[in-house]
């Protein structure tokens, strides 16, 4: 798409007409040749359908070149408040899931979550890889303490 101000405002008020609701966006830096970029984003594929039929009926008015749909990819997130403070979380997620063989598609951050989209036939592995990873398979039994902070 033209990778000018308003472009993705014009993408995401049609998603939003559609009632989608969208999880993950990720834009890439545009190409200087063209003054083109891409866009991407998660949405459930449920909503899918309806949301490339709007998209698709107002590609001309967006002006963008291509709508591609992948309905068989998976999101494996990373997700705890000690990630602001303790360096290697994101190191100890890529690391093994390149150890395990499984290709990142898309990666989203936040100070308290690193999601990656990768493929869906992957995700279990990845899961299992990961949990090893970051030592959640040991024989010592997790204690979990929560409260209502009332």
């Known amino acids: 798409m033209p990778d000018v101000p308003g472009k993705a405002a014009e ?3 049609i998603v939003s007409k559609s009632g989608a ?11 200087a040749s063209t003054g ?7 949405l459930s594929k449920a909503d899918a359908p309806v949301t490339i039929k ?3 009926a107002e590609k001309s008015e967006v002006g963008f070149e291509n709508l591609l749909h992948d309905d068989q990819i998976g999101k494996l997130s990373v997700v705890g408040a000690g990630m602001r403070t303790h360096s290697g979380v994101s190191e100890i997620l890529f690391d093994a899931l390149s150890k395990g063989g499984i290709n990142i598609e898309m990666i989203s951050t936040s ?8 493929r869906g036939s992957d995700l279990a592995e990845a899961a299992r890889t990961v949990h090893s990873a970051y030592g959640l398979d040991s024989e010592i039994e997790a204690v979990v303490h929560a409260g209502t902070g009332r």
């Not at 609701?21 to 190409?31: E, G, K, L, P, R």
């Not at 083109?36 to 998660?42: A, G, K, L, V």
């Not at 100070?111 to 990768?118: G, T």
Request: aromatic share 6%; net charge neutral.
């Open 111 to 118: 100070e308290i979550r690193i999601s990656v989209v990768l």
């Open 54 to 56: 709007a998209l698709a």
């Open 36 to 42: 083109r970029t891409d866009i991407s984003f998660t």
């Open 21 to 31: 609701n969208v999880d993950m966006i990720v834009q890439n830096v545009s190409a």
């Open 11 to 13: 993408i995401f008020k």
